[in-house]
């Protein structure tokens, strides 16, 4: 193997069509990503059968701008790597399919990689990570607290009941008249706005690490449908505060609930939410109290989101204990950790 | 010239090696497994069994379309990355003409058609001229009904082809008598060597223009376009 580690890396398992090239597993080289965002508003959220025409249409030309802006050749790769899962099975399949061809016109090995150790590795661009560490990944799709033992370990040890953290705040978004993804914008409503209506805290005093959010967001559609039927204007800032709110606190106390359980020397806050500015603010407010120790590494939004950088960074770890794929490799939408 | 051809449209997955019009070697496989685990195995395999490597090819050839949009797609990506990174030319053939090329010898109308559900098919009309298949119906998502009534006004004999054609032969039948015919069973499946050799004198395209041929709109857009305009939008994918 050359001293140089080059892996060119694809995620294509919702709505992003991403190639990056990464070195060493830790820098990046280039993280092309191309966006299907303003499609889906269309629809109010991501339509899988055009998700998936977009990917076929972009895949060649974000292949082709990741590696000239890498400015890297085929004899520089070391492996190419592709989310394999979770995600949406059409969208999945064409980051898989075209991820395959490169590796077998190149004769190159190929790593599966798991989308959600894509998120929490998106932090080795911060920092190097320090096991043991847990991590605390919020998205669209996934709410869920993972203990990492050791690089490349990952157990789930606390779980969504019902909606991921993201998806509420698009359904809440919708309701609020916020374009999808929702989340940018209730995060901003929030911060000009008080918790005056003290939505429910649900599952914040059972005895598990799981979360729920369908609770809370019956509550807030209620809420709102009431004061339309009973000609009542409510503040949308203090709507976004007090939903935000509430589900910054289930994630703090569950997590806090988590470092108590497992002690580690990180947190990594990973997946798209990690970008609501609410919830940075509440964990490093919580961590600077409770937990002087604990390092919080929270990657850049840019990174936060789908991106192929990250698969590159998780990759580098399944390279080193060789774990590959065949040139059977499938996708697996609902591909999950193993639970604690 | 070393033409590799894939074909994944519909249940039955065919990938074709052939140098020119000799077939070096073909695997059709016929069983609900997923394209997406047997097809990279069997282009692999196939190559080592003609004796090539991957850098001896010229040229890719793609059933592009209509049929299953998961399963175009897999030959659709996996041809278009293989000709992209290989540098050599890509070719997209209509998967109906991939079926009516399996029907040789005759004048009749060739009409593949598949099942798009709800009474509804993808159908084209093919027929021999002078040695080359002219499609003389376009390629199109319609009701069986609509296209059983188009081939009547033809009065001509016409023979179904393709895995879905003995489904509907009662409504064929009902509404062309005699003047149908529908394809046997061996002829029903498609051949990848077929589209490599629909695909062989083809200019090729443009890797990244190359998208499937659908056929329809989503249903989603569909919908969207009863009540929006899509004139003057931001662009729908964005490099960011």
């Given amino acids: ?340 | 010239m070393n033409i590799l051809a894939l074909e994944t449209s519909n249940q039955a997955m065919s990938v074709a090696v052939m140098a020119d019009l000799e077939v070096l070697a073909e695997m059709t496989l016929n069983r609900k497994r997923t394209h997406s685990e047997q097809l990279m195995p069997t282009i692999d395999t196939l190559l080592q069994q003609s004796g090539l490597t991957v850098e001896d090819l010229n040229r890719i050839v793609v059933a592009d379309g209509p049929g299953s949009y998961t399963g175009v797609r897999i030959a659709v990506t996996t041809g278009k990355t293989l000709a992209y990174t290989l540098g050599i030319d890509l070719v997209g053939v209509s998967s109906l003409a991939v079926l009516a090329a399996n029907i040789r010898d005759t004048s009749a109308v060739i009409v593949p058609v598949m099942d798009a559900r709800r009474q509804n098919v993808f159908a084209g009309g093919y027929q021999w001229q002078a040695g080359q298949l002219i499609n003389v119906l376009a390629d199109q998502h319609t009701s069986l009904t609509q296209l059983l009534t188009a081939l009547k006004l033809l009065q001509q004999p016409v023979i179904f082809v393709g895995p879905d054609a003995p489904k509907f032969q009662q409504d064929i039948f009902a509404t062309l008598g005699n003047l149908a015919h529908i394809a046997d069973p061996i002829s029903q499946l498609p051949q990848a060597s077929r589209a490599g050799e629909l695909g062989m004198t083809v200019q090729p395209v443009s890797v990244f223009d190359f998208v499937p041929r659908y056929l329809r709109l989503t249903e989603a857009e569909t919908n969207w376009l009863k009540t929006h305009d899509e004139r003057g939008h931001r662009p729908y994918v964005e490099k960011v």
Avoid: W
């Avoid at chain 1, 690089?151 to 998806?167: L, M, S």
């Avoid at chain 1, 935000?244 to 939410?273: C, I, R, S, Y």
């Avoid at chain 1, 939004?301 to 789908?306: A, I, N, S, Y």
């Fill in chain 1, 1 to 340: 193997m050359s001293e140089r580690e080059l892996i060119l890396a694809f995620e294509s398992s919702c709505d992003e069509t991403s190639v990056a090239v990464v070195e060493n597993g830790d820098t990046i080289l280039s993280n092309i990503i191309a966006t299907q965002i303003n499609s889906h508003q269309r629809f109010g959220g991501v339509v899988p059968e055009v998700a998936s025409r977009h990917h076929v249409e972009q895949i060649t030309l974000v292949i082709d701008a990741a590696l000239k802006e890498a400015d890297v050749t085929y004899d520089d790769l070391t492996a190419v790597a592709v989310t394999y899962g979770p995600g949406l099975v059409g969208s999945l399949l064409i980051g898989v399919s075209a991820a395959k061809a490169i590796a077998f016109a190149h004769h190159l090995p190929l790593i599966p990689v798991n989308h959600m150790a894509g998120h929490i590795y998106a932090a080795r661009f911060v920092k190097p990570l320090v096991y043991p560490l847990l991590a605390l990944l919020v998205s669209g799709g996934h709410t869920e607290l993972v203990y990492m033992p050791s690089a490349g370990h990952f157990e789930i040890v606390g779980d969504t009941r019902d909606d991921a953290a993201g998806e509420a705040y698009d359904k809440v978004g919708r309701v609020l008249g916020v374009p999808y993804p929702a989340g940018k914008e209730i995060d901003r409503l929030a911060h000009l706005g008080q918790d005056t209506f003290n939505f429910p805290r649900a599952m914040d005093k059972e005895d598990n690490l799981d979360f729920s959010f369908s609770g809370l967001k019956s509550a807030f559609i209620n809420t709102v449908h009431h004061a339309d039927q009973i000609g009542e204007s409510l503040s949308r800032e203090d709507l976004a505060a007090s939903f935000q709110a509430a589900v910054v606190d289930v994630l703090v106390h569950k997590t806090t609930k988590a470092l108590d359980e497992f002690p580690v020397k990180q947190l990594v806050l990973a997946g798209g939410v990690a970008a609501n500015q609410g919830l940075r603010e509440a964990l490093q407010n919580t961590l600077a109290d409770a937990f002087p120790d604990i390092e919080l590494v929270v990657p850049p939004v840019r990174l936060t989101g789908d991106n192929g950088a990250m698969v590159g960074a998780a990759a580098h770890i399944e390279l080193e204990k060789q774990h590959f794929a065949d040139e059977s490799l499938n996708a697996v939408p609902g591909l999950s950790f193993a639970h604690a």
